[in-house]
């Protein structure tokens, strides 16, 4: 089992930056792929960036390209999401998700846990 507690979530004006943070339980976190996804009001849920167990690959989707880093830290179980320029249209709750399946990391099926996410709100 592992249990991912997302921070970092706040209100910030467009333009902005915030700094996501996922911590995960256990010991096996450095053989986890992981990825954030978000939800909208009134949307589905979205992959926004993923990073592949040895971090040596990344991917983003469209929207945030550019914008957003994601990176890990397999020392500290902590996978991080850096969001720059941030966009009234980035506002969501934000999940962190870990899996081992395979597939491509922006899909949802290759992720076995999820977090309880962080509401990031972006003002105009």
């Known amino acids: 089992q592992v249990q991912l507690v997302e921070s970092g979530g706040g209100l910030v004006q467009a333009g902005g930056s915030l700094r996501l943070s996922c911590e995960a339980s256990?010991?096996?976190?450095?053989?986890?792929?992981m990825g954030w996804f978000r939800q909208a009001p009134g949307k589905e849920r979205e992959f926004v960036a993923g990073?592949?167990?040895?971090?040596?690959?990344?991917l983003y989707a469209d929207s945030v390209a550019g914008r957003f880093t994601i990176s890990r830290d397999n020392a500290k179980n902590t996978v991080y999401l850096q969001m720059n320029s941030l966009k009234p249209e980035d506002t969501a709750v934000y999940f962190c998700a870990a899996g081992t399946r395979p597939g491509r990391i922006s899909w949802h099926i290759v992720y076995d846990y999820w977090g309880q996410g962080t509401e990031v709100t972006v003002s105009s």
């Open positions: 990073i592949r167990w040895s971090g040596g690959s990344t």
């Open positions: 256990g010991r096996t976190f450095s053989s986890y792929n």
